[in-house]
């Protein structure tokens, strides 16, 4: 905990009692000192009118052992307390920790005895200090009001408001894709595009949806430079948006339909995630790719820092930002908003490894000819387009995924040789990529639950819907 300045220091009254809720002490800094200090007494005899009577003569003694930077103190208020206890029918409190709890290996009859039904709270309050609530009177109003009718309008929702970005979600089975951008969309993206920079920027990225149809949002990230709030409001402006199927999270442009098109094919997503256990030959810790984030990493309600997000008002985005407005950057506007090695974010290259453990790839970026190969094996032989696979042949995409596991595994292997001493030849190789190919698929899902994208991930695109609903 004092490693961590964001953690606070628990107190728990109870140590031996998992239901023990604790309380927290909250970091300060101070400038005090640790004293060291003896009391000695000695006791001295003394006569008194003709008696010996027995004195304490008492002495300090103190010594400074050293000054305190940090002090925690308990400010907060201790919560409630759940004990694993049962009221009888007579209202007698049995106390069931000897029944609920597992302190040494049990048999089975252990858990086939009949107990009371004991379901602790699933969690405790967030808050241990007091908070004005605020209450206000009840509304009067005039006679003849009548409260509207109970509907989803006035009904507040678990979900967040629509944010108005109006794009454009098509799913797979829609039989029609848009021609064009919705009105709302048009005169939003007007309002803000009030400077020659975003009038630029809007030729570039139409002259990309001309080159390529089908785009990731990171792809249009690394070619043009744009500021995020704005690019959220000029692709629905060119584009509409595959909610699923094998283009599912790209932006295809308006009047574009790819499930017509086979050529189409190349431009089909692929959701790639780095192999990683002991069957492949290296732990999680091993891998040269970090993850985003961790179970261990979690700020729990006991932390006390946040970051505090920055928001960006339309009144900014009417200013420019991203233009020559952003004084004292060094950047050019070119360049400034380009993500960092651009061409790695989007494209597979062989020899080098994913910039995260999970990549959403488009089949025309993976920049291998054997991997090529694999995607062009039906050429002029397309005949359907089915939601799983696309224009391609069935398993293309486990073919791929294998085929890029074995050079990520191959270039882990020349950067540290050591954690595959126990693989020797070549044909071992070959025979752990026909282990991973399909027999234990379900292994390989449990294996690859972890490197979910992260928040702030470059490359989360599944998430990119959250931007605009």
Known sequence: IYADPAKRLELYFRPKDPYCH????????????????????????????????????????????????????????????????????????????????????EKEEFFNRELPLYIPPPIFSRLDTPVDYFYRPDIQHREGYNNPQVSA???????????????????????????????????????????????KVEEELGKLFEVRPVWSRNAVKANISVHPDKLKLLLPYLAYYMLTGPWRSLWVRFGYDPRKHPEAKIYQVLDFRIRCGMKYGYAPNDMPV?????????????????????????????????????????KPASSRYKLKASESIYIFQEGALPPYRQMFYQLCDLNVESLQKIIHRNDGTESECTERDGWCLPKTSDDLRDSMSLMIKQIIRSTR?????????????????????????????????????????????????LDYV
């Open 290 to 330: 970090k993850a985003k984030r961790s179970t261990y990493n979690y700020s729990l309600p006991i932390t006390v820092k946040k970051p505090v997000s920055h928001t960006v008002s339309v009144h900014d985005l009417k200013q420019g930002l991203g233009t020559s407005s952003a004084a004292g950057t060094k």
């Open 417 to 465: 040789p050591a954690l595959f001493s126990n693989t020797t030849s070549s044909e071992d190789g070959k025979e752990q990529l026909a282990y991973e190919s399909g027999e234990d698929e379900d292994d390989e899902e449990e294996e690859e639950e972890e490197f979910k994208p992260s928040d702030g991930s470059e490359n989360e695109m599944e998430t990119e819907i």
């Open 153 to 199: 309008e006035n009904l507040i929702g678990l979900s967040r408001a629509r944010r108005p970005h109006n794009a454009i979600f098509v799913n797979f089975d829609d039989e029609e894709i848009p021609t064009k951008p919705l009105d709302a969309a048009v005169q939003t993206w007007k309002k803000v595009c009030t400077n020659p920079v975003d009038k």
């Open 22 to 105: 604790p309380v927290c002490a909250n970091r300060f800094p101070t400038s005090t000192m640790l004293l060291k200090v003896k009391r000695r007494t000695k006791k001295k005899k003394k006569q008194l009118d003709g008696e010996e009577q027995i004195q304490p003569e008492v002495q300090f003694e103190m010594e400074i052992l050293g000054t305190v930077t940090t002090v925690y103190k308990f400010q907060g208020m201790s919560d409630f307390q759940y004990l694993a206890m049962h009221s009888g029918p007579d209202g007698k409190q049995t106390s069931m920790y000897d029944k609920v709890l597992m302190l040494k290996p």
